[in-house]
Protein backbone atom coordinates (compact mmCIF):
# COMPACT_ATOMS: atom_id res chain seq x y z
CA UNK A 1 0.00 0.00 0.00
CA UNK A 2 1.37 3.24 -1.09
CA UNK A 3 1.10 6.57 1.20
CA UNK A 4 0.14 9.28 -0.55
CA UNK A 5 1.37 12.43 1.03
CA UNK A 6 1.08 16.30 0.87
CA UNK A 7 4.29 18.09 1.35
CA UNK A 8 3.77 19.55 5.09
CA UNK A 9 5.19 22.94 6.60
CA UNK A 10 6.33 20.75 9.00
CA UNK A 11 9.99 19.53 8.42
CA UNK A 12 9.12 16.93 11.14
CA UNK A 13 6.12 15.65 9.43
CA UNK A 14 8.64 15.33 6.04
CA UNK A 15 11.01 13.57 8.11
CA UNK A 16 8.74 11.20 10.02
CA UNK A 17 7.14 10.38 6.33
CA UNK A 18 10.52 10.42 4.72
CA UNK A 19 11.22 7.44 7.09
CA UNK A 20 7.79 5.78 6.93
CA UNK A 21 8.60 5.37 3.13
CA UNK A 22 12.48 4.86 3.75
CA UNK A 23 11.45 1.65 6.22
CA UNK A 24 8.95 0.65 3.58
CA UNK A 25 10.94 0.24 0.95
CA UNK A 26 14.00 -1.43 2.45
CA UNK A 27 11.36 -4.27 4.02
CA UNK A 28 10.38 -4.25 0.01
CA UNK A 29 14.02 -4.26 -0.87
CA UNK A 30 14.76 -7.43 1.62
CA UNK A 31 11.20 -9.27 0.72
CA UNK A 32 12.83 -9.28 -3.28
CA UNK A 33 9.85 -6.96 -4.37
CA UNK A 34 11.72 -4.59 -6.30
CA UNK A 35 9.17 -2.50 -8.05
CA UNK A 36 7.16 -2.36 -5.08
CA UNK A 37 10.38 -0.97 -3.27
CA UNK A 38 11.30 1.33 -6.02
CA UNK A 39 8.01 3.38 -5.96
CA UNK A 40 8.42 3.99 -1.79
CA UNK A 41 12.26 4.65 -2.78
CA UNK A 42 10.93 7.30 -5.33
CA UNK A 43 8.68 8.61 -3.17
CA UNK A 44 10.90 9.19 -0.10
CA UNK A 45 13.59 11.20 -2.73
CA UNK A 46 10.85 13.24 -3.62
CA UNK A 47 10.41 14.36 0.01
CA UNK A 48 14.20 14.77 0.80
CA UNK A 49 16.54 14.61 -2.33
CA UNK A 50 19.56 14.74 -0.11
CA UNK A 51 19.24 11.41 1.81
CA UNK A 52 22.21 9.57 0.31
CA UNK A 53 20.44 6.08 1.86
CA UNK A 54 17.56 6.70 -0.11
CA UNK A 55 19.72 6.93 -3.40
CA UNK A 56 21.52 4.15 -2.79
CA UNK A 57 18.73 1.72 -2.12
CA UNK A 58 16.99 2.87 -5.13
CA UNK A 59 20.39 2.32 -7.33
CA UNK A 60 20.28 -1.27 -5.48
CA UNK A 61 16.59 -1.80 -6.41
CA UNK A 62 17.57 -0.87 -10.40
CA UNK A 63 20.29 -3.43 -10.40
CA UNK A 64 17.92 -5.71 -8.66
CA UNK A 65 15.61 -5.06 -12.31
CA UNK A 66 18.87 -5.17 -14.46
CA UNK A 67 18.81 -1.43 -14.95
CA UNK A 68 21.91 -0.64 -14.72
CA UNK A 69 22.48 2.72 -16.32
CA UNK A 70 19.81 3.86 -13.84
CA UNK A 71 20.95 2.34 -11.42
CA UNK A 72 24.66 3.75 -11.51
CA UNK A 73 22.85 7.33 -11.90
CA UNK A 74 21.63 6.59 -8.54
CA UNK A 75 25.10 5.36 -7.08
CA UNK A 76 26.63 8.48 -8.75
CA UNK A 77 24.25 10.63 -6.65
CA UNK A 78 24.81 8.66 -3.62
CA UNK A 79 28.50 9.47 -4.28
CA UNK A 80 27.36 13.53 -5.18
CA UNK A 81 26.15 13.39 -1.37
CA UNK A 82 28.50 11.70 0.31
CA UNK A 83 31.96 10.36 -1.35
CA UNK A 84 32.93 8.84 1.48
CA UNK A 85 30.17 6.11 0.44
CA UNK A 86 32.15 2.66 0.79
CA UNK A 87 29.07 0.63 -0.45
CA UNK A 88 28.12 3.10 -3.30
CA UNK A 89 31.82 2.92 -4.66
CA UNK A 90 31.65 -0.83 -4.72
CA UNK A 91 27.90 -1.37 -5.84
CA UNK A 92 29.12 1.19 -8.64
CA UNK A 93 31.85 -0.74 -9.23
CA UNK A 94 29.19 -4.12 -9.67
CA UNK A 95 27.45 -2.09 -11.75
CA UNK A 96 30.14 -0.85 -14.40
CA UNK A 97 31.33 -4.76 -14.57
CA UNK A 98 27.99 -5.36 -16.31
CA UNK A 99 28.06 -2.44 -18.59
CA UNK A 100 31.49 -3.58 -19.33
CA UNK A 101 32.86 -0.44 -18.16
CA UNK A 102 36.14 -2.54 -16.78
CA UNK A 103 38.64 0.40 -15.92
CA UNK A 104 36.14 2.29 -14.27
CA UNK A 105 34.82 -0.54 -12.33
CA UNK A 106 38.60 -0.77 -10.82
CA UNK A 107 38.70 2.65 -10.21
CA UNK A 108 35.72 2.55 -8.17
CA UNK A 109 37.16 -0.74 -6.51
CA UNK A 110 40.04 1.30 -5.59
CA UNK A 111 37.58 3.61 -4.45
CA UNK A 112 35.92 0.96 -2.31
CA UNK A 113 38.93 -0.18 -0.70
CA UNK A 114 40.43 2.86 0.46
CA UNK A 115 37.52 3.20 2.38
CA UNK A 116 37.44 -0.31 3.56
CA UNK A 117 40.03 -2.57 2.62
CA UNK A 118 39.02 -5.73 4.35
CA UNK A 119 35.75 -6.00 2.25
CA UNK A 120 35.95 -9.16 0.46
CA UNK A 121 33.45 -8.60 -2.07
CA UNK A 122 35.47 -5.83 -3.45
CA UNK A 123 38.47 -7.77 -3.37
CA UNK A 124 36.34 -10.28 -5.68
CA UNK A 125 34.89 -7.32 -8.01
CA UNK A 126 38.06 -5.73 -8.58
CA UNK A 127 39.57 -9.36 -9.72
CA UNK A 128 36.49 -9.65 -12.44
CA UNK A 129 37.15 -6.38 -13.85
CA UNK A 130 40.88 -7.02 -13.98
CA UNK A 131 40.20 -10.53 -15.39
CA UNK A 132 38.06 -8.82 -17.70
CA UNK A 133 40.91 -6.26 -18.68
CA UNK A 134 43.05 -9.10 -19.52
CA UNK A 135 45.52 -8.62 -16.33
CA UNK A 136 45.10 -12.12 -14.98
CA UNK A 137 47.95 -12.06 -12.55
CA UNK A 138 46.43 -8.94 -10.71
CA UNK A 139 43.39 -10.19 -11.26
CA UNK A 140 44.33 -13.29 -9.21
CA UNK A 141 46.11 -11.37 -6.34
CA UNK A 142 42.92 -9.38 -6.04
CA UNK A 143 41.21 -13.11 -5.25
CA UNK A 144 43.74 -14.29 -3.28
CA UNK A 145 43.23 -11.33 -1.51
CA UNK A 146 39.36 -11.66 -0.74
CA UNK A 147 39.58 -15.56 0.26
CA UNK A 148 42.37 -14.67 2.62
CA UNK A 149 39.87 -12.14 4.13
CA UNK A 150 37.23 -14.47 4.28
CA UNK A 151 39.78 -17.56 5.52
CA UNK A 152 40.10 -15.70 8.71
CA UNK A 153 36.73 -15.65 10.12
CA UNK A 154 36.22 -18.79 8.89
CA UNK A 155 39.86 -20.06 10.67
CA UNK A 156 37.98 -18.24 13.99
CA UNK A 157 34.67 -19.50 13.81
CA UNK A 158 34.40 -22.81 12.06
CA UNK A 159 38.18 -24.80 12.35
CA UNK A 160 39.34 -23.50 15.75
CA UNK A 161 36.36 -25.05 17.36
CA UNK A 162 35.82 -27.97 15.51
CA UNK A 163 39.48 -28.88 16.68
CA UNK A 164 38.60 -28.11 20.13
CA UNK A 165 36.01 -30.97 19.82
CA UNK A 166 37.80 -32.96 18.29
CA UNK A 167 40.84 -33.03 21.54
CA UNK A 168 38.09 -32.92 23.90
CA UNK A 169 36.20 -36.18 22.08
CA UNK A 170 39.91 -37.58 22.00
CA UNK A 171 40.26 -37.12 25.36
CA UNK A 172 37.47 -38.41 26.21
CA UNK A 173 37.53 -41.61 24.16
CA UNK A 174 40.94 -42.10 25.51
CA UNK A 175 39.54 -42.18 28.89
CA UNK A 176 36.94 -44.65 28.38
CA UNK A 177 39.38 -46.51 26.42
CA UNK A 178 41.57 -46.90 29.24
CA UNK A 179 38.68 -48.54 31.56
Not at 2 to 30: E, F, P
Not at 115 to 129: F, H, I, N, Q, Y
Amino acid sequence: MLISHQVSQSGVDRTNTYQVLHKQGCSLLSAGNFQEALIYFDQAIAIMPNQADSWYRRGEVLANLTDYQAALFNFDQVLLLDSQHQQAWAFRAAVLIFLSRYMEALESCDRALLLDPKDSETWVMRGVALQRLNLYKQAYNSFDRALGIERKPLLEQVIKPALTLIKQLGRRLSIQLAK
